[in-house]
């Protein structure tokens, strides 16, 4: 394995966040810092608690987790469409680097950048509500699934896209709505049956809910399911990156 060649890669995207560090870091953590200000004051008035959850505590997974879920997108996909939208594409697939050492150095640094504004709203969370983490190590192993995971679809966008609307389409159109009805901000128990019944054809409630029982021990579907599905999501997401390599689509154009 070309380490040189990951480290080089990793290293460049990572530059990019701190000459755009407002952009990158900054203002993430104070949209999703508003969010948690709006719904747990208009809503937290309103909703004492939620399985025994302060409902400011109860957000904060989802928050997390909304901000994780569209920094990693939007990391990855902007950060190999834009070679490619330059033709600077060509000096990276010339080098001697492996299609394997290539991913890993995109979606590594994207992954990165997306978890390191994770953790900076949690701890600013903790400074709004009094939370806790029964499950630390699964809270990693969710943390870490999902950045990769979003990481490589985001990647996969980038590929695809062939101009900046497109780029945009799937995290602001898509993946965003389906986070906000994927139970980020309420527990799908309180929907109507048929309701609840819908939204577990939501892939985002299984990240969400995995992720909020690793802080309070309370979910909405079974941890085991919730990790099956987030493997499940980086398989299909490892098969496409593999077969978007293997036949060369839109990787020059």
Known sequence: M???AIRAIYAFEMARTWRTLF?????????????????????????????????????????IMLSLLTQS?????FGIFFPRFTGTIFE??????????????????????????????????????????EHPLWMVLFFVLTAVTFSLFGFIIGIWAKNFEQLQFV?????????????????IRMLPEFWQTVTLFNPVVYLVSGFRWSFYGQADVSVGLSLAMTLVFLAAS???????????YRLKS
């Open 23 to 63: 952009q990158s870091i900054v203002s993430p953590v104070i949209s999703t810092s508003l969010y948690f200000v709006v719904f747990g004051a208009a809503i937290g008035s309103r909703i004492q608690e939620v399985d025994g959850v302060s409902y400011g505590a109860f957000i904060v997974p989802g928050l």
């Open 92 to 133: 990276v697939l010339s080098a001697p680097a492996s299609y394997f050492e290539i991913v890993v150095g995109y979606v590594g640094a994207a992954a990165t950048k997306a978890m390191l504004v994770g953790v900076i709203i949690l701890i600013t969370a903790n400074l709004f509500v009094d939370m806790r983490i």
């Open 171 to 187: 995290p602001l159109l898509i993946v965003t709505p389906l986070t906000f009805l994927g139970g980020s901000f309420y527990s």
């Open 2 to 4: 070309n380490l040189h």
């Open 238 to 248: 490892l098969g496409v990156v593999a077969w978007i390599f293997k036949t060369g």
């Open 73 to 77: 997108l939007s990391n990855a996909s």
